[in-house]
């Protein structure tokens, strides 16, 4: 009696004790819960071989990072740190976003959860989304750009997946709608010359040669001919440009301005000890206009001088977002410049044409070739728009 009594009273205890632990850990998870509140606002939205998850974080000051759950390819469960967002989290008004490659048609989950610093973490809340499945026409079409060009249209496309299948390109011409299709064998691109100059608007299907399916949705691209006859040099004075920064410093009195004094016989020149390239010198023209061509004089007062001048151009219209217009290079023939320069005259300047692009601010970056970075002139030709 004595030992059933014991096993009784033990018992009784054993489940006080397990339910005071219950207890214990759902206080635990209520403080976890409640150090910070879940995201708000949270939706999926599908779209052309994506999900793409948003949310507005909870106010915090102590947010460190939203953790994303969601199934792969294959079904594993993956989890996606984000740690960067919209807004300032203290305020209540910062939004973060999340986005997944789909190439199936499956529904995907998602669950978000937000941590503090200290390591709590909100309730989780979940979402879904049925992404679109991809069509064989469909991996031409997400490489397909269509690009202005001088006196006419530029279309290029990559080919990645060993798929036979056409571009079509089409538009609306005087009322009445026109397609041109492109056969896309292998990366490449064309060239339309015969284009109406008035077309700005470009609508782009493709379509799978062996059965005809088409891509399972459309691209729209806006561009323009661009007139040879407007295209002129960008003046370089009245206003004056200016230079903004120069990350290779100065040798002597041949500073980064000779770039673009109207005098190809003198030079910029880096310092005597300069920084390992890439060296940059950003200018702002101070005016607005279309690039579609620059062209550089290279130094010319050294007959022994032996660099090659491995060169890139940026563009950007508000000197934060950069265009990088392709890496190009020369190799003067130092002898013959300095010896043309001796008698007061120029050689040929080295020419580049470049896509049609938005422009004030010019990024001239020299890549490599030689330690030390060095130019005559820098010239730029568009179309001006103020």
């Given at each position: 009696m004595l030992y059933q009594s014991f096993l009784k009273k033990a018992?009784?205890?054993g489940g006080i004790l397990m339910a005071f632990l219950s207890a214990s850990c759902d206080d635990d998870d209520a403080v976890t819960s409640r150090r910070i509140t879940a995201v708000r606002q949270l939706?999926?939205?599908a779209s052309h071989g994506e999900v793409v998850v948003k949310w507005l974080n909870p106010r915090s000051a102590e947010l460190s990072h939203i953790d994303v759950l969601y199934s792969d390819a294959a079904g594993n469960v993956q989890t996606a740190k984000v740690t960067e967002?919209?807004?300032?989290?203290t305020t209540g008004i910062s939004e973060g976003e999340f986005r997944l490659d789909c190439s199936d048609s499956r529904r995907r989950f998602f669950s978000v959860t937000a941590y503090t610093l200290s390591g709590y973490k909100s309730p989780t809340d979940t979402v879904s989304a049925l992404a679109p499945a991809i069509t064989k026409a469909d991996h031409l079409l997400s490489t397909v750009n269509v690009k202005s060009a001088i006196d006419g249209v530029r279309v290029t496309w990559t080919y990645e997946k060993?798929?036979?299948?056409d571009i079509l390109l089409s538009y609306t011409d005087g009322g009445v709608p026109q397609t041109r299709s492109?056969?896309?064998?292998?990366?490449?691109?064309?060239?339309?010359?015969d284009l109406p100059a008035t077309l700005t608007t470009y609508t782009v299907t493709t379509v799978y040669r062996r059965n005809q399916s088409p891509s399972s949705y459309s691209l729209s691209f806006n561009a323009m001919i661009v007139n040879t006859e407007n295209v002129v040099e960008i003046p370089k004075t009245n206003p004056t440009w200016m230079v903004l920064s120069?990350?290779?410093g100065v040798f002597g009195e041949r500073v980064p301005e000779r770039l673009f004094d109207n005098n190809a016989l003198t030079d910029w020149h880096s310092s005597a000890s300069p920084p390992p390239k890439p060296h940059f010198v950003v200018i702002d023209t101070r005016r607005t206009f279309y690039i579609v061509r620059y062209e550089m004089?290279?130094?010319?007062?050294?007959?022994?001088a032996n660099s090659q001048n491995v060169h890139r151009i940026w563009v950007s219209e508000d000197n934060a977002n950069w265009t990088d217009t392709g890496t190009q290079s020369f190799t003067p023939d130092y002898p013959a410049y300095k010896a043309a320069r001796d008698a007061g005259q120029t050689l040929d300047w080295f020419k580049y044409d470049t896509e049609y692009l938005p422009a004030r601010y010019i990024k001239v970056e020299m890549v490599s070739g030689g330690a030390?970075?060095?130019?005559?002139?820098?010239?730029l030709f568009g179309i001006l728009t103020n």
């Open positions: 018992s009784v205890a939706n999926a939205q967002w919209v807004g300032d989290p060993s798929i036979e299948a492109i056969p896309a064998g292998e990366s490449g691109e064309i060239w339309y010359s120069n990350s290779a004089y290279p130094r010319s007062d050294d007959a022994n030390y970075s060095m130019l005559g002139e820098l010239s």
